[in-house]
C-alpha cells in the first residue's frame, strides 16, 4: 500500500475499512501504470515533439526536440525515469497525460519544471 501512515489514518477515519484503502492504493498504481504506458507511447514513435520548456539560449517559446526514448518505473503513486534527448538528458520525477497529442513531465535537475510536450507546436500555445 502506498498510502503514508497519515494519509491511511484520514481515510480509516472518513469511513474507509482497510480493505477499501487497500482496493483504493491499486487503483492508484494501475492508474500511474497507464499514465507510465500512455507516455512511453507518445515518446516512442520516433517523430519530432515540442515543448513549452525554457532554454537558456533560445529565444522562442516553443522548442523542437528529437527523442531517444523516455525510460520509466512506477512504484505505487511515484512515476521517475529518464528521458534522453538527441544531445542531453533529464531525470523526470513525475508527468501526466493530459490529451491525446499533449503530456506534461516534471523534469528534475537543470530543468526543474514541469513541462509540456505536445506533437504539434500549435497545442502549446
Request: glycine fraction near 8%; charged fraction near 30%; avoid cysteine.
Amino acid at each position: 500500500m502506498h498510502f503514508d501512515q497519515r494519509t491511511q489514518a484520514a481515510l480509516r477515519d472518513a469511513g474507509l475499512t482497510t480493505e477499501e484503502i487497500r482496493e483504493a492504493s491499486d487503483a492508484v498504481a494501475a492508474a500511474v501504470e497507464r499514465d507510465a504506458e500512455t507516455l512511453r507511447a507518445f515518446f516512442a514513435g520516433g517523430e519530432t515533439v515540442y515543448s513549452d520548456m525554457e532554454m537558456a539560449h533560445s529565444a522562442s517559446e516553443i522548442q523542437e526536440h528529437e527523442v531517444e526514448f523516455l525510460d520509466l518505473f512506477t512504484h505505487g503513486s511515484d512515476l521517475r525515469g529518464y528521458l534522453r534527448f538527441d544531445s542531453w538528458g533529464v531525470p523526470v520525477e513525475g508527468g501526466r497525460v493530459l490529451s491525446d497529442e499533449r503530456v506534461e513531465l516534471s523534469l528534475g535537475p537543470t530543468v526543474d519544471a514541469r513541462v509540456r510536450f505536445a506533437r504539434d507546436p500549435d497545442l502549446l500555445r
